[in-house]
């Protein structure tokens, strides 16, 4: 994890490529004719057993009969033959090998004891491996192009080096991503397709970059799945440590075949949404599509330190100018406003008859008098109340590179961000722009869907995140809790109820419902002399788990006969439900407040997730939650800020207001409870969780714990 093998692999001074032809339809042959043509800068040994000479370099028989041990060994023969030359590579004491063979575990059995035996060999001679079945590697910095893409043979592409990078679980797409980068004057400097990873992975890949040495800014990835999620996420917060940005593309996270437990944490959190969460947390940007992914680094790629959420926008087309406002506010960013100062200063620049305010609609004299476009986008750049300028630009298809070198030009004098969209043709120009760090677009949805990760700035503080080694808070006992758990299992019981539940919760300090258990209607007087009325009464069995939806409550219950005949009703429905085990629970009934839904489950990928949303009767209805890793203190201000039902938590209709200060301590306390017990745990609901407001703290009113295996 030093980063050494990243050295080695991405700035070798010497590469053997084993399987190096002079047949252009071989992978060996393109890999060599590559590394050629875009000029690797150290050795390169081809080796072939056939030939003395492969395409005009000097070929030798076998690794073994190379002058010198490469730094790095790229193994394109077929799987059986790569196997035996990677044992060459050992024997040679190479330490990066890149195998780029196809026919491994991708391709059933026996390619899975080929590439057993793969990672047998290269764990004995301590060999870092990258692959199999990986299409290769760039670094353009020193012409390394150690890939076998069919997209790099290209007549005249010309690689410009950069702070971005592509690292892809998929070859085809990380090849055509670094293409479409490079054609479009994207700045992606580095590419790893890590293929198999049966040694090297994504995750080794993104914190390798991520180090403080590295020139890598910006890291664009596409991922299938996530092999080290623990990796990924210690490598995210070394990211954002650094300040740099992580945009991930993640297919396959579509909830077909998804099993949900009966827990209502489990049925909400899928994995897609999971994804959300957790990337949110890390302060990961999520792209939709691949054209998205490169959107959005190509502005983190000119401002990976964030551009802030007010605008300017000015454009040929007052239609333009619109369809950006919309786009900017449906994306939670706002319209700088034009102060008097800031119409006066414009008014020189602009014929009588146009607004001064945000949208500006120039008309099209700044576009033939480009003087004046320079002294507009000066003035909206001096405008304090703005963080960057959107400018909207169309057609003048003879003169587009004369705006876009006048545009470039400006971009280098202006202390804020400007971005470019470009209706109709303007290729020459979006190209010159894109190639010159000024982003272009071709259209508002785009432009402002780019924009919008950078709006938020790369979150700070993640890489010192709680863990459960750190010392317990005040109030917390543990033990106390895992021995209820312990005791659960020992009858064999899979689900705690909410009586057994809230002992749990109480033994990590967070406030629960007053409230007895009685068998019979004759024990209620008792019970209820420890209780407040009104009570509610609700019907406990370990085969019940959701008791509303059969009828099992009863609400309002204001007097001792009140509450002693609803425990008979209860009774009678737990015979004729066939619950062999019943009782009722009396508690205390809490007044009307926010209801919300804070639970956990444990997630095939993260393991322990926490959720917290809108709970109660529209726990299903609204479908309206957040999911955050488990060590997620300082994350409840941005996930109830996230939630979509803002109106529910800002005092609608009568209902206390919910501060985040306010509930933040109960589900930080919860959120220690699952670091410390979530291996034990499938899922956990506190629904209700009732915020009273007034500065007191939530109170929990309903949980269920599911055991694990």
């Not at 090297?200 to 999620?229: D, N, Q």
């Not at 490598?235 to 909830?255: C, D, E, H, M, T």
């Not at 000066?378 to 003048?396: E, M």
Request: proline share 5%; hydrophobic share 45%; net charge neutral.
């Amino acid at each position: 994890m030093s980063g050494n093998w990243l050295d080695k692999l991405l700035d070798p001074r010497s590469v053997a490529v084993v399987g190096g032809s002079d047949d252009m339809k071989a992978p060996g042959g393109r890999v060599l004719r590559f590394m050629l043509s875009y000029g690797f800068a150290g050795d390169i040994y081809p080796v072939n057993p056939k030939r003395d000479m492969v395409q005009g370099v000097r070929a030798y028989a076998s690794v073994a009969d190379l002058p010198a041990a490469p730094d790095l060994a790229v193994i394109v023969v077929p799987a059986a033959a790569a196997v035996d030359a990677l044992q060459q590579c050992g024997e040679r004491r190479v330490p990066v090998v890149l195998v780029g063979s196809a026919g491994f575990a991708e391709a059933g059995p026996e390619g899975e004891r080929l590439q057993s035996e793969l990672k047998r060999i290269a764990t004995e001679y301590g060999i870092r491996l990258f692959g199999p079945n990986t299409n290769g590697i760039v670094n353009v910095r020193n012409g390394l192009v150690a890939t076998f893409t069919p997209t790099m043979d290209q007549e005249g592409l010309k690689l410009v080096d950069g702070p971005v990078a592509i690292v892809s679980q998929s070859g085809a797409i990380g090849g055509a991503l670094f293409y479409d980068a490079q054609r479009s004057g994207l700045p992606v400097g580095r590419l790893l397709n890590t293929g198999n990873e049966i040694d090297i992975s994504m995750e080794m890949a993104i914190e390798a970059l991520s180090e403080p040495g590295s020139s890598i800014t910006t890291i664009l990835c596409y991922a299938e799945g996530l092999r080290r999620p623990a990796l990924f996420v210690r490598a995210a917060r070394l990211a954002a440590a650094q300040g740099k940005r992580i945009v991930l593309l993640k297919a396959g996270v579509s909830a077909t075949g998804a099993k949900a437990a009966a827990a209502h944490t489990a049925s909400l959190s899928g994995e897609d949404r999971v994804y959300d969460g957790v990337l949110r947390q890390l302060g990961v940007v999520r792209a939709r599509s691949v054209t998205h992914l490169l959107d959005i680094g190509r502005v983190f790629a000119a401002h990976p330190r964030g551009i802030g959420r007010r605008a300017s926008v000015a454009s040929l087309s007052g239609g333009v100018g619109i369809m950006l406002t919309d786009a900017l506010e449906r994306a939670g960013m706002r319209l700088a406003v034009h102060s008097p100062e800031v119409q006066r200063a414009i008014d020189p620049l602009l014929p009588p008859f146009l607004g001064r305010n945000n949208p500006l609609d120039l008309g099209g004299s700044p576009f033939h008098h480009l003087d004046r476009l320079r002294g507009i986008l000066q003035v909206l750049d001096n405008n304090p109340d703005s963080d960057f300028t959107i400018l909207g630009a169309g057609g003048f298809e003879r003169r587009q590179l004369e705006i876009a070198d006048v545009l470039v030009d400006e971009a280098k004098k202006l202390k804020k961000p400007l971005f470019v969209v470009w209706y109709g043709g303007g290729d020459l120009a979006s190209h010159r722009l894109n190639s010159a760090g000024v982003a272009c677009f071709p259209d508002a949805e785009r432009v402002v869907s780019a924009i919008a990760p950078a709006a938020r700035p790369v979150v700070a503080g993640t890489s010192a995140r709680r863990t459960a080694a750190e010392a317990v808070p005040a109030g917390v006992d543990r033990n106390a809790a895992a021995a209820v758990l312990e005791g659960a299992r020992k009858a064999g019981r899979k689900v705690i109820d909410e009586v057994d539940g809230k002992r749990i919760l109480a033994a990590y300090g967070i406030d629960t419902v007053a409230e007895r258990v009685v068998a019979t209607s004759d024990e209620c007087a008792a019970a209820l002399q420890g209780l407040r009325l009104p009570v509610v009464a609700k019907l406990r069995s370990d085969e019940l788990v959701h008791k509303a939806r059969v009828g099992g409550v009863r609400l309002g219950l204001a007097t001792a006969d009140a509450a002693r005949a609803a425990v008979n009703e209860l009774l009678a429905l737990a015979k004729k439900l066939g619950l062999h085990k019943a009782d009722v629970v009396l508690q205390e009934e809490i007044p009307a407040g926010v209801e919300l839904l804070l639970g956990m489950k444990r997630d095939a990928t993260f393991g322990p997730v926490i959720t917290l949303g809108i709970g109660g009767v529209l726990t299903e209805a609204w479908d309206d939650v957040q999911i955050r890793l488990a060590d997620c203190d300082g994350e409840v201000p941005d996930m109830l800020a996230s939630l979509r039902h803002q109106q529910v938590l800002q005092g609608a209709g009568g209902r206390p207001v919910v501060d985040a200060a306010d509930i933040a301590p109960t589900v930080e306390r919860f959120a220690r409870l699952v670091c410390d017990l979530g291996d034990q745990l499938d899922a956990v609901d506190i629904n209700p969780l009732i915020v009273r407001g007034g500065g007191a703290g939530p109170v929990v009113v309903d949980t269920v714990f599911f055991l694990g295996d």
